[in-house]
Each structure stands twice: as C-alpha cells, then as structure tokens.
C-alpha cells in the first residue's frame, strides 16, 4: 500500500475512534445527568435545612430576575459598598408544605474575594416584624488554605453567624467582638472572614431588597 492509501486509513481510524468516543461520553452523560443532578439537589436541600432548620418547605423565588428586583439590589449593594459577589438564587422558607406561614428566605450568594477563589455559601436570614436575623450559613464552596481560611466551617467561627441580629452591616473584628453585630475574625485568615462576612451582608441585602419591593 502506497504512502496516500497509508494516510487514508489512518484518517479513517481516527475519525472512527472519534465518533465513538464521542458516542460513549454522550451515553455515559445520559446515564449520570440524572443522578448528578438528584444529588445536587439533595445537597441543596440539605444546606437549606441547616441554615434553618425550623422550615417544613422551600420555594425558589423565579421574580428575583425582574427588572425591578435586580436594580433595587444593585442600589442596595451599591450604597452598602458591597462588592465582588454574585446572587444566585433566594428561596423562600415556610412552616410547612402549606407554604402558608413564610419565615424567612434562604439566599445562595457566591463572594469571589476568597483567598483561594470563589465562596459560596447559603444564608438562612429570619424576618419578623420588618426585623432580620441570620439563622445560620452552610458552605457550598470554599476551597481555602487548611488549616487557616478553612477553619471557616469549622466552629466557633461558623456558629458566629447562629442567631444573629442582621437589621445593620456585619462586622468582623480582630481584637474581640463587643457588639452582637460583630463576630471574631478567623485567626492569619482575614481575607476568608471578610470574603464570608461580605457574602453574608449581600445575602441580607437581597432579603430586605425582596420583602422591600417584591413583597405587595
């Protein structure tokens, strides 16, 4: 066989190995989509009962990509100075199924000033007669220095954000909180605690912003 007929064969053989590789991760695709995306929701599920777990339901809030929404919390990040965070989604959360009595919202909200990249994290945020309260935070992605940034989900840090008054900006301090407004820094990670206390502050920014404008 001459060197063209070589190259041809050859040519065939690729693109027959490409088209079944491509078939097989498409095959393999359809069978893990579903369990992928079941596991992720269960993982969500599970971080909404943690930051509060007094919630018998959840409902995704779709009206928080309106106009009207998006702008007014753009204002309220803005007159906060609140930046380098992302909204990704609020859920309201009731009582029960019913979905009669809602308590708060649970607001999924990515900071990118992580030391090591991207924080995202879940807030429970309590509201009662027009007073807000953190109910707690779960961590979807933090990927900090361990041993350092990552003592974030570790205590006492973490349970800093239990039950905690929300009506003004959080703080974090260095030389010990005196206000319950203020949490204690984590100890050579001052860029993860304030990575976390802003992603927290813009959480509570989308609460209020909700129940200001979207809320009849």
Do not use: H, W
């Not at 919390?73 to 009731?94: C, F, M, R």
């Not at 991207?118 to 961590?139: A, H, P, Q, R």
């Amino acid at each position: 066989m001459d060197n063209n007929g070589s190259s041809l064969k050859e040519i065939l053989i690729l693109t027959l190995i490409t088209v079944v590789s491509g078939m097989l991760l498409g095959f393999v695709y359809n069978i893990t989509k579903e369990p992928i995306a079941l596991s992720n929701e269960r993982a969500r599920t599970e971080s909404e009962q943690a930051v509060f777990s007094e919630a018998g339901s959840f409902e995704v809030l779709s009206d928080t990509d309106s106009d009207a929404f998006t702008a007014a919390y753009q204002e309220s990040l803005d007159n906060s100075g609140l930046t380098g965070v992302k909204l990704n989604s609020i859920d309201a959360a009731y009582k029960d199924e019913s979905l009669g009595e809602k308590l708060g919202y649970v607001v999924d909200i990515t900071d990118s000033d992580g030391y090591g990249g991207d924080i995202e994290l879940m807030v429970g945020v309590t509201v009662k007669d027009g007073s807000y309260v953190i109910n707690g935070i779960s961590f979807l992605t933090l990927t900090e220095t361990a041993g350092m940034g990552m003592k974030a989900k570790e205590s006492p840090f973490i349970d800093s954000f239990s039950s905690l008054p929300a009506d003004n900006m959080i703080r974090y301090t260095k030389t010990g909180s005196t206000s319950s407004e203020e949490i204690d820094a984590i100890s050579g990670a001052t860029i993860t605690t304030s990575a976390v206390v802003n992603a927290v502050n813009a959480a509570v920014c989308a609460a209020k912003t909700y129940e200001e404008v979207m809320i009849p």
